[in-house]
Structures are given as structure tokens and as C-alpha cells.
């Protein structure tokens, strides 16, 4: 899935649970939905050079809390030949201040690692202050 499709998934789902919430009476609140890494040989990409701390920090935040299953596997498009990585995971980060919601596949260490994926600096930024 590419990151367009995977926020308009989560937008689907977001909004029958808060429709759910608002008959049963509680407050929601409305957060952006921003899927980083799901990336698609289709669509071009932004390269470069995260630092080590980010990715120190990253593989932090992936294994604290919740992992969520996803709708199936991902294989690796970049990769050549018989031994492409793939993942069926993906996590959930919540930036409360900004009211965002970020959504990223356990590829995302593959993609930064060996294709070179630079997230955006907004990600970076966020992932570096949680």
C-alpha cells in the first residue's frame, strides 16, 4: 500500500470508531493521519542520511507498546532476486501536541538502511522529542 492509501484506511476506521464513541456519549478528538514509509516502487521517495541516534530512537519507540497487525504482507519492491525482505506489522506514534497520528510499517528500518529513506524532517523531528 502506498502512504495516501494507508491514511485514507485509517481515516475509514477512525471515523467509525469516533461515530461509535459519539452515540455512546464521549468526547473525541480529531487527529491528522500521516503514514511515513510505505513506500511504493510506483511513486518516487526522498533519499538521504538519517543519524544513528534517530534510528536508535526509532527502533525505541517500535518495541514500547502496542505492535499492530496489518492487512497482510509487504515485500520489499527495491530488492532484487528471491531474498526480498517483508514485514506485516506496523506501528502507531501520536503526536498529542500537534494532533497527529503517524502510522509506519516495520519496513521502514529496511527501507532507511539499505534503500536510503529519509523520512520527513516533521517525523524526524517528532520521533527525536518522544
Known amino acids: ?3 495516501h492509501e494507508v491514511e485514507q484506511e485509517h481515516l475509514e476506521m477512525q471515523k467509525k470508531f469516533n461515530q461509535h464513541f459519539l ?3 464521549y468526547a473525541i478528538e480529531d487527529f491528522k493521519f500521516v503514514a511515513v514509509g510505505y ?3 510506483s511513486e ?6 538519517v543519524s544513528n ?6 527502533n525505541i519507540l517500535w518495541s514500547e507498546g502496542l505492535v499492530l497487525g496489518s ?3 509487504h515485500v520489499c519492491e527495491f530488492c532484487e532476486g528471491d531474498n526480498k525482505a517483508t514485514s506485516s506489522s506496523e506501528k502507531e506514534l501520536i503526536d ?3 494532533k497527529i497520528k503517524y502510522f509506519f510499517p516495520k519496513m521502514i528500518f529496511h527501507y532507511i538502511e539499505i534503500h536510503k529513506f529519509k523520512p520527513s ?4 523531528a517528532f520521533v527525536m522529542r518522544s
Open 71 to 73: 492487512a497482510g504482507c
Open 121 to 124: 524532517n516533521e517525523f524526524i
Open 53 to 58: 541516534a534517530f534510528l536508535t530512537k526509532l
Open 1 to 3: 500500500m502506498k502512504n
Open 23 to 25: 452515540e455512546e456519549g
Open 96 to 98: 498529542r501536541e500537534n
Open 44 to 49: 518516487p521517495f526522498e533519499r538521504g542520511e
Open 39 to 41: 513506500l511504493d516502487s
